[in-house]
């Protein structure tokens, strides 16, 4: 699979251009697709496991789509506006990827909601971050704008949990909540940060997307 990337940064969509037989998942439905290339979609609330993890971090979706003799692609994009980011994954480190930040990836990416990791770092309940591993294009979705943070060996960050969108899962990392008292959500990140210890690589996004998502609900109020 080969990911091109047009309308960045503001309202980005990744083209996913697929070989004859290639197939790309991705965690929302397509815009368009050329002639030839079929679909199916998974969902179920409630599963978790391989490759069964929705943008919304709520019940499970995927779609799946497998090109014709011929080849073909796929476009997808954000719900939110915002940048889309493509990480090569060369089969030896992984990435950890907040739900709402996976976008679409090659069939040889392994998208898994119930990592063991995870389960001990949210106290064995699933959380508002997957693990992805194997060879092949992982595609980020951001809401606003990327930011990377390549952090150097002895280097530290702290980042507000709504703003993540990735990590190389390489890096030394602790969860905590960000001030006493203040409602946390281990299922969007609200009232969560994250340390972070180099090297390794940190992707993040300008905007919340659940603040945001709460703040179009009110009609743009500031209050």
Request: hydrophobic share 35%.
């Amino acid at each position: 699979m080969q990911v091109r990337t047009r309308h960045s940064p503001s309202f980005g969509v990744a083209r996913l251009v697929l070989a004859a037989g290639e197939v790309a998942r991705t965690g929302s439905e397509a815009m368009a697709n050329s002639y030839g290339v079929t679909s199916s979609s998974a969902r179920g609330a409630g599963k978790r496991g391989p490759g069964r993890f929705g943008l919304g971090g709520g019940s499970a979706s995927e779609w799946s789509y497998t090109a014709g003799p011929q080849g073909g692609w796929v476009d997808v994009a954000p719900s939110f506006p915002g940048d889309v980011h493509t990480v090569e994954m060369d089969g030896r480190r992984g990435w950890c990827v907040a739900r709402r930040s996976w976008l679409a990836a090659a069939g040889t990416v392994r998208l898994d909601a119930g990592w063991n990791g995870f389960r001990e770092l949210f106290g064995g309940q699933p959380g508002f971050l997957a693990h992805a591993s194997g060879q092949g294009q992982l595609v980020l979705a951001c809401c606003g704008a990327l930011d990377v943070h390549e952090l150097q060996p002895g280097q530290f960050v702290t980042m507000d949990a709504g703003h993540l969108v990735a990590y190389v899962d390489t890096l030394q990392c602790r969860l905590r909540q960000s001030e006493q008292g203040r409602a946390q959500s281990m299922r969007t990140g609200d009232g969560l940060v994250v340390d972070f210890a180099g090297p390794g690589r940190v992707v993040a996004q300008s905007r919340n997307p659940h603040r945001m998502s709460s703040w179009s609900q009110r009609g743009g109020s500031a209050r």
